[in-house]
């Protein structure tokens, strides 16, 4: 964690004393929680029981309380009352997956409390093994939470009464590293990251009033932690001992230090903040942009160049002296019976991953999603144009995937292009067209998944590119796994560009971090067995990226991104 806060690190240590300075001043003068009201989602227990304990204990007028335990909820909501006043909490069964149950929540805090400034989405799941309703909660549950936030107390909302307030999403330090053992835990918080930093751009705070802020707690002692190795993901070993063991390597600390955290970053007022808390210890990190990331990435190679040129001429020396070695010990060795032989090196286990060579795509069986325009029709023509032997179009638009199909074998042959209808997100269509690729071409090699995204209908855009990714992920690793019989391939997923901060597309922008996220996870250790290699592409065209399909299929190293205006991949 310690390359975290260096890497990461906004502040300089004497920047972080003077913000706790400011700090303690604010909390001395005026006090941004007293007299607000808080809404908070997953309140029952954990860190929720902690951030309403802390606000009311700054002066809150009062908080309600969100959650679908209700008989925990009601006794936290009496223990409340009766230690900080009669009516300061409130609690009101709340499953954020169901939308109208959600908004009720909000409606009734109106009800019950004159105002609403304070909105905490803290509900959320570490449960791999159920997937879709880890998805469910975690990604759709926080972005419905969110609207809800600036719908309610944002200056032109849905209420008169609504003057502007703070949203605080809560992520997990494992959004912002690789966590192998959870990839689609992994995933969610990576999307929790960076769609809480495109919904602080300054284009949402000046209009609605409302500013984001993201809290990214380290291993704190919640049922969450406690039920982790339950609900790992299944058909990849005992993945739940490694996520006990994972976290058990990680320091604890209290549920109280998320409560003492949330009140400093009400205080620090800063708009997008992304705070870390562990070991009890609060600090304040930013987001690298893909060109701060392209900048380490290029240093990184030329320190490695370096390196490789000194141990070159080193050896290149030492080559130069053996000779005269081999002399003076032969010398030596006189009069010994005979010299010890030589032993042989041992052998060094590797991990083979499929790599294409000199004749790249020629012969190979490749699935395309989202294959009928776009990017995605880039690909199927420069497989085809490369020597692919079949190429299986998945996409759900029919009309549009016939006459791609009839537009192909002009060129290429029948034999080698055909096109299936399917949802991304629904499994069984899904798993039809791996099973349909399988058995037409008697083979696959490669699976390309490119998703389209547009803001509208963001429940369904969501569910298409995240689930899609997931599922696709999942029959990929089925079905070319060579731990369940197959002989292994490459799984290509693409999103467009990675940006810092994208006002105008905020989901977008977290859906391709969840994207990274989930993939980086995938492509570590413990998936060797697959013999499956995975690959991400960060840009929406191949002309941005200055490479072609070929170059990255054949360069690309198991788990790299490939970034755009380089050839050169970030791993």
Known sequence: MAFLRNILAKQSPITNAFTNTIWHRQMSGGNPVECKVAVITGGAIGIGVACAKSLLENGARGVMLGDIREKEGKELAAELNKTYGKDKAL????????????????????????????VINNAGLLQDKYWPLELAVNVNGLVQGTLFGFHYMGKHGKHEKGRGGVIVNMASIYGLQQA??????????????????????????????????????????????????????????????????GLANLPPQPASACGDCLIKML????????????????????????????????MFRLLFLKNIRNIASIFLAKRLQWPRNTLQK???????????????????????????????????????TGGTDGIGLRCVRELLRTGARGVMIADTNESKGFNRVIEFSKDY???????????????????????????????????????????????????????????????????????????????????????????????????????????????TSHFDTTNVKVLTICRASFDTIGCDLTTILTKGTNGCVWMPCTCASDS
């Open 91 to 118: 609690f009101m069964k709340c499953d954020v997956t169901k939308k109208d149950e959600f908004e009720n929540l909000f409606k009734c805090t109106y009800q019950r409390f004159p105002s609403m400034d304070i």
């Open 180 to 245: 192998y053992a959870c990839p689609v835990y992994n995933g969610t918080k990576g999307f929790v990251i960076r769609f809480s930093n495109a919904m602080s751009h300054e284009y949402y705070e000046k209009m609605t009033g409302v500013k984001v802020l993201t809290m990214c707690p380290g291993v704190t002692d919640t049922n969450m932690i406690d039920e982790s190795s339950t609900y790992a993901l299944d058909g990849f070993g005992d993945l739940g001992k490694l996520v006990s063991e």
């Open 267 to 298: 205080c620090s007022g800063e708009n997008g903040g992304i705070w870390v808390i562990e070991e009890s210890e609060c600090y304040k990190v930013r987001l690298p942009d893909r060109q701060t990331l392209r900048t380490v990435s290029i």
């Open 330 to 368: 032969s010398s030596l060795a006189r009069g010994r019976n005979e010299a010890q032989p030589e032993q042989p090196p041992k052998p060094h286990k590797e991990i083979f991953f499929p790599q294409l060579g000199r004749d790249g795509i020629k012969d190979k069986v490749a699935l395309v």
């Open 413 to 523: 042959g029948q034999s080698r292009i055909a096109f299936i209808q399917i949802n991304p997100a629904n499994y069984v269509l899904l798993k039809n067209a791996f099973i349909s690729t399988l058995n037409f071409y008697e083979g696959l090699d490669i699976v390309i998944n490119n998703v389209r995204f547009k803001e509208k209908n963001w429940e369904d855009q969501v569910d298409e590119n995240i689930k899609g990714i997931v599922l696709s992920t999942q029959l990929c690793l089925e079905f070319m796994g060579r731990n369940n019989g197959g002989k292994g391939g490459i799984l290509l997923n693409i999103v467009s560009e990675y940006e810092e901060n994208t006002d105008s597309c905020p989901l977008h922008s977290a859906c391709q971090d969840f994207v990274v996220r989930f993939d980086r996870s995938v492509a």
